[in-house]
């Protein structure tokens, strides 16, 4: 398959770059600045032409339209990973600034880059966009506050992922929102219960099973739907 990343150059994102060659993907890695991706781009010698890395950042509309230009189609499977936590968490800290940008990255930058991958994915028949949510985004899972911005960004990020489901459908291209879980990455610290590597191999598991009947929905890494 033809697969782009946003986020490409770490934690998650990079997992998924180095599962999806593995498997014969090509693969399209967006990332801020590639001039510092180093993991990202150690990946490129074992890749035998199959990585291309682009600089992206999600939050730009020339950004993201210089991306899409770059992207040939058709593309089979986008994965909108970009995405940041904001600080701090609790009620009396709250800085508008911050989450502002942690909407920005966390969920209007997934609309963007599906709008402007659109063509790419239609040319695919039967594409599939995977939004990289979280279990904190879910309001009917919320049991203990806080975490103000994210949860808030990654709830409007379902709600956007539930109309692309519907929005989408004439195009045949296929929306879920996927929790990866409390992951071992820089972002879920090292407290975390869940490898990157057994969350990101869980990903690509239940996206090959996801079909029509599933579009627009909320997913964990091992396919239980979540609630909302």
């Given at each position: 398959?033809?697969?782009?990343?946003?986020?490409?150059?770490?934690?998650?994102?990079?997992?998924?770059?180095?599962?999806?060659?593995?498997?014969?993907?090509?693969?399209?890695?967006?990332?801020?600045?590639?001039?510092?991706?180093?993991?990202?781009?150690?990946?490129?010698?074992?890749?035998?032409?199959?990585?291309?890395?682009?600089?992206?950042?999600?939050?730009?509309?020339?950004?993201?339209?210089?991306?899409a230009a770059g992207i040939p189609s058709p593309v089979h499977l986008l994965i909108n990973n970009a995405g940041v936590r904001s600080r701090p968490d609790d009620l009396a800290g709250l800085d508008s600034d911050d989450l502002t940008r942690t909407f920005q990255v966390n969920a209007v930058a997934?609309?963007?880059?599906?709008?402007?991958?659109?063509?790419?994915?239609?040319?695919?028949?039967?594409?599939?966009?995977?939004?990289?949510?979280?279990?904190?985004?879910?309001?009917?899972?919320?049991?203990?506050?806080?975490?103000?911005?994210?949860?808030?960004?990654?709830?409007?990020?379902?709600?956007?992922?539930?109309?692309?489901?519907?929005?989408?459908?004439?195009?045949?291209?296929?929306?879920?929102?996927?929790?990866?879980?409390?992951?071992?990455?820089?972002?879920?610290?090292?407290?975390?219960?869940?490898?990157?590597?057994?969350?990101?191999?869980?990903?690509?598991?239940?996206?090959?099973?996801?079909?029509?009947?599933?579009?627009?929905?909320?997913?964990?890494?091992?396919?239980?739907?979540?609630?909302?």
């Amino acid at each position: 398959m033809n697969v782009v990343i946003s986020g490409a150059n770490r934690g998650i994102g990079l997992e998924l770059v180095r599962q999806c060659l593995h498997r014969g993907d090509v693969v399209h890695a967006g990332v801020r600045s590639p001039e510092r991706a180093g993991e990202l781009a150690a990946l490129s010698p074992g890749a035998h032409g199959l990585l291309h890395i682009h600089a992206l950042e999600v939050t730009d509309e020339a950004s993201v339209k210089a991306f899409a230009a770059g992207i040939p189609s058709p593309v089979h499977l986008l994965i909108n990973n970009a995405g940041v936590r904001s600080r701090p968490d609790d009620l009396a800290g709250l800085d508008s600034d911050d989450l502002t940008r942690t909407f920005q990255v966390n969920a209007v930058a997934a609309l963007r880059m599906t709008l402007h991958l659109r063509p790419q994915l239609r040319a695919a028949g039967g594409a599939k966009v995977a939004n990289l949510s979280s279990n904190l985004g879910s309001i009917a899972d919320n049991s203990w506050g806080g975490a103000y911005g994210y949860r808030m960004s990654k709830a409007a990020l379902n709600m956007a992922t539930r109309s692309l489901g519907h929005d989408l459908k004439e195009d045949h291209i296929l929306a879920f929102a996927l929790s990866p879980g409390w992951v071992r990455t820089d972002m879920g610290g090292s407290e975390a219960p869940t490898a990157v590597e057994l969350s990101v191999s869980g990903l690509l598991s239940v996206l090959g099973r996801l079909g029509a009947e599933d579009t627009g929905g909320f997913f964990d890494f091992e396919g239980k739907r979540l609630p909302w």
